[in-house]
């Protein structure tokens, strides 16, 4: 039986067998374009030319799956022969969910699994519990920091199971900062209201977190020019390319635009976006900043365990590239904790937004009887069908 690891995030599905190198990464998006109204499933907007003003339904709000019409939809494309050619009654499915999913949710999604896909077998488990499994550092004890689309999760684990009570939330993360990207340069410059993909391309390629942010304000507010902070963003015209670039790095699709070349100019919102992760009252969020989450998660564990925690940090998740991040944030839970124990880190050879599918895949090939999946996590069909929903549930909840 064939193994498919399908890392459900509220962004992007990470796809791919376990004997795959590599997932395929595919929107988890149904989106309709604004000229054509033409819809597209997942990865089909690739295809499409008509990027500008497109609306997005996602399947996910707040972080939950709860538009189901929409992600089976997604799912069917991404089961199918063009994408990964699976044989559903021949798999077995590894499938990730939030780190405190709902029991409602959770009983739909094994409902689906079984009778409307009929997989021979499943595994469904947090995308952060894969992640701290899949632990290079061998340490013990690890805080796992999921930076990823709808929100920021910080997840302690202690011999590979989360400590529940620790668990905390921050509301800020990519969509949250592609949002205020738009509404920052809609009333400077351009209106940029419509343009999600554009400004989350911009968002990606333009960004950074400073590492002390009222220094880069003032240099900024005095000079543009010699602060070296200024970047000039050029929008796509859907031809020639398809989500911009900042000017200088592509110099012949530059060229082949010639005077159709449309300038977003870029400066302190480069970082002055991103700092909403440590100061989340800028966007009116009465919460912490994700660095603030991070103590609060660690001191929450038992007093024995806190040098161990501070000292196995991970920062995972899609918006964990913003260049910048690791070293802020090591420095900010380093000013409130005790000197010297604070180690933040990122994942050495996997793309942080991989981790928890590249987890999955490593635990899916370890033989220690630990983490034996064949007999202590996966379901098969016929065990689903012999103990209900309800008791399916209670068993993957030992595995958070």
Not at 56 to 70: C, I, N, Q
Not at 241 to 254: A, I, N, Q, Y
Not at 275 to 284: S, Y
Request: glycine share 6%; with cysteine; aromatic share 8%.
């Amino acid at each position: 039986m064939r193994t498919l690891i399908l890392d459900n995030g509220s962004y992007s599905i990470k796809a791919g067998y376990s004997d795959a190198q590599h997932p395929l990464v595919i929107p988890n998006t149904v989106t309709r374009t604004k000229s054509s109204k033409r819809v597209y499933v997942g990865d089909l907007i690739d295809k499409s030319n008509d990027l500008s003003g497109l609306y997005y339904r996602s399947p996910f709000e707040r972080g939950y799956l709860v538009h189901w019409d929409a992600e089976l939809a997604i799912w069917d494309r991404v089961l199918s022969d063009d994408v990964m050619g699976c044989q559903p009654s021949e798999t077995r499915l590894v499938l990730t969910e939030p780190a405190f999913n709902f029991r409602r949710i959770q009983r739909a999604m094994d409902e689906i699994t079984f009778e409307e896909y009929g997989f021979g077998a499943l595994v469904r488990g947090p995308a952060t519990k894969f992640i701290a499994m899949n632990n290079a550092s061998g340490a013990e004890c690890l805080v796992v920091v999921d930076v990823g689309h709808a929100g920021t999760y910080v997840v302690p684990y202690c011999d590979g199971q989360m400590i529940a009570e620790a668990v905390r939330r921050v509301d800020v993360a990519g969509r949250m900062l592609t949002s205020y990207l738009k509404e920052t340069v809609s009333f400077r410059y351009w209106d940029m209201m419509e343009e999600t993909f554009i400004m989350n391309a911009a968002k990606e390629q333009c960004c950074f977190v400073s590492q002390d942010f009222s220094r880069d304000l003032d240099a900024a507010h005095k000079s543009r020019v010699s602060s070296g902070l200024a970047v000039d963003y050029v929008l796509p015209d859907f031809v020639h390319s398809k989500t911009g670039f900042v000017r200088g790095r592509d110099l012949e699709t530059e060229q082949q635009m010639g005077d159709t070349v449309q300038v977003l100019p870029l400066c302190n919102e480069r970082f002055a976006v991103p700092e909403a992760l440590f100061h989340p009252t800028d966007v009116g969020m009465d919460q912490g900043g994700v660095h603030q989450a991070v103590v609060q998660a660690v001191m929450a564990c038992d007093t024995r365990l806190r040098p161990a925690m501070f000292a196995s940090i991970v920062v995972v998740g899609g918006s964990a590239n913003l260049p910048g991040l690791r070293e802020r944030l090591q420095a900010e839970v380093q000013a409130m904790a005790p000197p010297g124990c604070v180690r933040v880190s990122t994942p050495m050879d996997v793309a942080p937004e991989h981790s928890a599918w590249t987890g999955a895949k490593t635990l899916l090939h370890t033989e220690s009887p630990a983490s034996n999946l064949s007999d202590r996590w996966t379901v098969s069909r016929d065990m689903f069908h012999e103990l209900g929903p309800d008791r399916i549930v209670a068993h993957f909840d030992q595995f958070r």
